[in-house]
């Protein structure tokens, strides 16, 4: 599957934006999906994942209650609302696949990546 990633961009402290995931193939249904990020000078971390049919999510806890993440399988879209933006959130972000059931969080549990996407976040 290859996976798409948009809707970064510049945003104002506070600011919202709003991040897409779209997938190649048929299998999308199938595949629980990820959100990942790295910032400059840091390892990539887990941000928050949903299982194949929207019903688990997992949030890491600084996103919580900011963040939220949601699927549209007719259009093999995962998608990343993030509102109340900070400075910290600044990173790269990339969507990523994998094809296990539960939500999982460890980078090297998925199998596919997007390109990622910059979000900058200015105080």
């Known amino acids: 599957v290859q996976l798409q990633a948009s809707g970064g961009g510049l945003v104002q402290a506070g600011g919202s934006l709003r991040l897409s995931c779209t997938a190649s193939g048929r299998t999308f249904s199938t595949y629980t999906m990820g959100w990942f990020r790295q910032a400059p000078g840091k390892d990539r971390e887990f941000v928050v994942g949903?299982?194949?049919?929207?019903?688990?999510?997992y949030y890491a806890d600084s996103v919580k209650g900011r963040f939220t993440i949601a699927r549209d399988n007719a259009k093999n879209t995962v998608y990343l609302q993030m509102n109340s933006l900070k400075p910290e959130d600044t990173a790269v972000y990339y969507c990523?696949?994998?094809?296990?059931?539960?939500?999982?969080?460890?980078?090297?549990?998925?199998?596919?990546w997007g390109q990622g996407t910059q979000v900058t976040v200015s105080s």
């Open positions: 949903i299982n194949w049919n929207g019903g688990s999510t």
């Open positions: 990523a696949a994998n094809s296990r059931w539960t939500v999982v969080r460890g980078i090297t549990d998925y199998d596919y």
